[in-house]
């Protein structure tokens, strides 16, 4: 009975992250509420500096619970540069945990705050966060046919008005590499055969049109974009079949001793400006993430497998980049919460941020 309350208690590791990272969400909305109201009058460009910041405060909380609480080891090869950059950054998607990734790199060159997303259109009405990713310049995109074009390239041309710093992250697969669902990945494959192209094996066949907009469109205005290719060790069953990478759950759980992420900066000459070209090009770039996962995953010689090629650092994420966001949020919460009339408003933003989140995205992208 004490062994099953003991096994029970360590599955729910995850618990204390996510009622921390949930429960801090309705004090940063309004923190962030605050200095919109009172930056309405103000230049556009002194809100996005503030807003940064305040991203930053909430993100590296996050970040606390994703590398120091965890203990993950952060493996970076490629160039990454110390300098923030004005980015799109462009990477495999295979699970939820790949969108803290981008952060785990942003705050290695002190950009927390200017990461942006490019998201599907369903996850704005996620309650305060959908709201809030979309004020914060995140763009809504939907799939094939409906995805509207001339309102993504509006949003990111206001950005670029604002003089906004740009740590664009896009998913350009458009859903994750799932080898549980082994029909999305044949269609991706017979789609790619279709079409002239390589067939691609540890990851989907990439679409286009997000991509070439955010370049196209912000061409003048980014120093570079960033390849990124990630894999999450210990994703590979008994008889060397790949499995589902963890889920944010999971991995708080400390079910991923390693994650190993490779960089390629590409020069913004290097990259063909038209649709047609681009799609070949982003596809190129596809298939080399293709053999480095390959060699990942399935090299013959087991000394090569787990870890990419070439030379590796392993960054480990400072406790004072984080810990200062996580006491100050935290105690911002939990004075809150030790009030009567905080309990209400803190209850309040929950329910009438969420309605009102909603209406907002329902009528502006």
Same mark, same amino acid.
Not at 12 to 36: D, I, K, N, Q, S
């Given at each position: 009975?004490?062994?099953?309350?003991?096994?029970?208690?360590?599955?729910?590791?995850?618990?204390?992250?996510?009622?921390?990272?949930?429960?801090?969400?309705?004090?940063?909305?309004?923190?962030?509420?605050?200095?919109? &109201?009172?930056?309405?009058?103000?230049?556009?460009?002194?809100?996005?500096?503030?807003?940064?910041?305040?991203?930053?405060?909430?993100?590296?909380?996050?970040?606390?619970?994703?590398?120091?609480?965890?203990?993950?080891?952060?493996?970076?090869?490629?160039?990454?540069?110390?300098?923030?950059?004005?980015?799109?950054?462009?990477?495999?998607?295979?699970?939820?945990?790949?969108?803290?990734?981008?952060?785990?790199?942003?705050?290695?060159?002190?950009?927390?705050?200017?990461?942006?997303?490019?998201? %599907?259109?369903?996850?704005?009405?996620?309650?305060?966060?959908?709201?809030?990713?979309?004020?914060?310049?995140?763009?809504?995109?939907?799939?094939?046919?409906?995805?509207?074009?001339?309102?993504?390239?509006? %949003?990111?041309?206001?950005?670029? %008005?604002?003089?906004?710093?740009?740590?664009?992250?896009?998913?350009?697969?458009?859903?994750?590499?799932?080898?549980?669902?082994?029909?999305?990945?044949?269609?991706?494959?017979?789609?790619?055969?279709?079409?002239?192209?390589?067939? &691609?094996?540890?990851?989907?066949?990439?679409?286009?049109?997000?991509?070439?907009?955010?370049?196209?469109?912000?061409?003048?205005?980014?120093?570079?974009?960033?390849?990124?290719?990630?894999?999450?060790?210990?994703?590979?069953?008994?008889?060397?079949?790949?499995?589902?990478?963890?889920?944010?759950?999971?991995?708080?759980?400390?079910?991923?001793?390693?994650?190993?992420?490779?960089?390629?900066?590409?020069?913004?000459?290097?990259?063909?400006?038209?649709?047609?070209?681009?799609?070949?090009?982003?596809?190129?770039?596809?298939?080399?993430?293709?053999?480095?996962?390959?060699?990942?995953?399935?090299?013959?010689?087991?000394?090569?497998?787990?870890?990419?090629?070439?030379?590796?650092?392993?960054?480990?994420?400072?406790?004072?980049?984080?810990?200062?966001?996580?006491?100050?949020?935290?105690?911002?919460?939990?004075?809150?919460? &030790?009030?009567?009339?905080?309990?209400?408003?803190?209850?309040?933003?929950?329910?009438?941020?969420?309605?009102?989140?909603?209406?907002?995205?329902?009528?502006?992208?």
């Amino acid at each position: 009975m004490l062994l099953s309350l003991v096994l029970h208690t360590y599955s729910m590791r995850y618990v204390l992250p996510a009622a921390v990272m949930m429960g801090t969400a309705p004090t940063y909305v309004l923190a962030w509420g605050a200095w919109r &109201l009172l930056s309405a009058v103000l230049p556009a460009r002194f809100y996005r500096e503030v807003d940064d910041r305040l991203y930053t405060i909430y993100q590296s909380m996050v970040l606390f619970f994703f590398e120091n609480y965890t203990g993950v080891q952060v493996i970076i090869y490629g160039d990454l540069p110390k300098n923030k950059e004005n980015v799109i950054y462009l990477s495999n998607h295979q699970c939820t945990v790949d969108w803290i990734i981008a952060d785990m790199l942003a705050i290695r060159q002190n950009a927390l705050g200017h990461v942006r997303y490019v998201l %599907k259109d369903g996850l704005k009405w996620l309650p305060l966060y959908g709201w809030y990713f979309s004020q914060h310049g995140g763009v809504y995109v939907k799939r094939s046919a409906k995805f509207n074009e001339k309102e993504m390239r509006e %949003k990111l041309r206001a950005q670029m %008005k604002a003089e906004t710093p740009m740590y664009l992250v896009i998913f350009p697969e458009g859903t994750r590499y799932n080898p549980e669902i082994p029909k999305v990945i044949a269609d991706s494959q017979s789609f790619a055969e279709k079409e002239g192209l390589a067939i &691609l094996k540890h990851v989907l066949t990439p679409r286009v049109k997000a991509t070439h907009v955010a370049i196209d469109t912000m061409k003048d205005y980014l120093d570079a974009v960033y390849d990124v290719t990630v894999a999450y060790e210990g994703t590979v069953d008994h008889k060397g079949q790949r499995k589902l990478a963890p889920s944010m759950t999971e991995f708080l759980c400390k079910e991923c001793p390693r994650v190993h992420i490779f960089i390629d900066r590409i020069e913004l000459k290097d990259i063909p400006e038209e649709q047609m070209y681009m799609r070949r090009w982003l596809h190129e770039r596809f298939e080399v993430k293709d053999k480095l996962l390959i060699e990942f995953y399935d090299a013959k010689d087991s000394k090569r497998r787990n870890k990419f090629p070439g030379k590796s650092v392993h960054s480990k994420l400072s406790l004072k980049k984080t810990l200062p966001s996580l006491l100050f949020l935290g105690g911002l919460t939990a004075s809150m919460l &030790l009030t009567e009339s905080g309990r209400k408003l803190y209850v309040k933003t929950w329910i009438y941020g969420t309605l009102i989140g909603c209406l907002w995205v329902s009528i502006k992208p």
